[in-house]
T-cell receptor, first 108, second 118 residues
Framework: GQNIDQPTEMTATEGAIVQINCTYQ??????LFWYQQHAGEAPTFLSY??LDGLEEKGRFSSFLSRSKGYSYLLLKELQMKDSASYLC?????????WGAGTKLIIKP | GAVVSQHPSWVICKSGTSVKIECRSL??????MFWYRQFPKQSLMLMAT?????????EQGVEKDKFLINHASLTLSTLTVTSAHPEDSSFYIC??????????????FGPGTRLTVT
């Protein structure tokens, strides 16, 4: 079957660094997305990884290892506004498979 | 760029009535639009995929006669929930893809519509 696993919830401190992991088992792989979703709002695109390695965009970085079926989203210099759910989604064969999301709680 | 709007942002209707939700891509042409449903504390669930001028492709378990999708132009898609029931109460989100990004699944999401059926 197809499966995407993410931790349900994580807590971190303002100003710190947090890594949100995503593991996947899918039939076919064309790329992996990370989205941010604030409560009651639609998701916002963060990153798209196709090749192995780390891609950095400001405070956010995303890593992919296709051989391990593994990705992580790294958030640096955490701000209170980063409190949100982070969704991992894998582009398989003609479909996008969503993880359940990781709720990130930022404490002062 | 890549802005998608939805209307209405929230709606309350009585059981048995129909509700239409509009999704518009404001500054790009959405060759493909996706409709999602999201229940509280759950992930997005794809309902259907529609290409402009074609019939929508529905996911398994989604009743196409109940959730009517029309993608009449490259900037407008509509979802009509027919004969709504309380169990249809959910957050409905649309997204559009121009097909020109690195992935056809690189989507831009609308703000969502909160439907409450009483």
């Amino acid at each position: 079957g197809q499966n995407i696993d993410q931790p349900t919830e994580m807590t971190a401190t303002e100003g710190a660094i947090v890594q949100i992991n995503c593991t996947y088992q899918t039939s076919g792989f064309n790329g992996l997305f990370w989205y941010q979703q604030h409560a009651g709002e639609a998701p916002t695109f963060l990153s798209y990884n196709v090749l192995d390695g780390l891609e950095e965009k400001g405070r956010f970085s995303s890593f992919l290892s296709r051989s391990k079926g593994y990705s992580y989203l790294l958030l640096k210099e955490l701000q209170m506004k980063d409190s949100a759910s982070y969704l991992c989604a894998v582009e398989g064969n003609y479909q996008l498979i969503w993880g359940a999301g990781t709720k990130l709680i930022i404490k002062p | 760029g890549a802005v998608v709007s939805q209307h209405p942002s929230w709606v309350i209707c009585k059981s048995g009535t129909s509700v239409k939700i509009e999704c518009r891509s404001l500054d790009f042409q959405a060759t493909t639009m996706f409709w999602y449903r999201q229940f509280p504390k759950q992930s997005l669930m794809l309902m259907a995929t529609s290409n402009e001028g074609s019939k929508a492709t529905y996911e398994q378990g989604v009743e196409k006669d109940k959730f009517l999708i029309n993608h009449a132009s490259l900037t407008l898609s509509t979802l009509t929930v027919t004969s709504a029931h309380p169990e249809d109460s959910s957050f409905y989100i649309c997204s559009g893809s121009s097909g020109r990004a690195s992935s056809p699944y690189e989507q831009y999401f609308g703000p969502g519509t909160r439907l409450t059926v009483t």
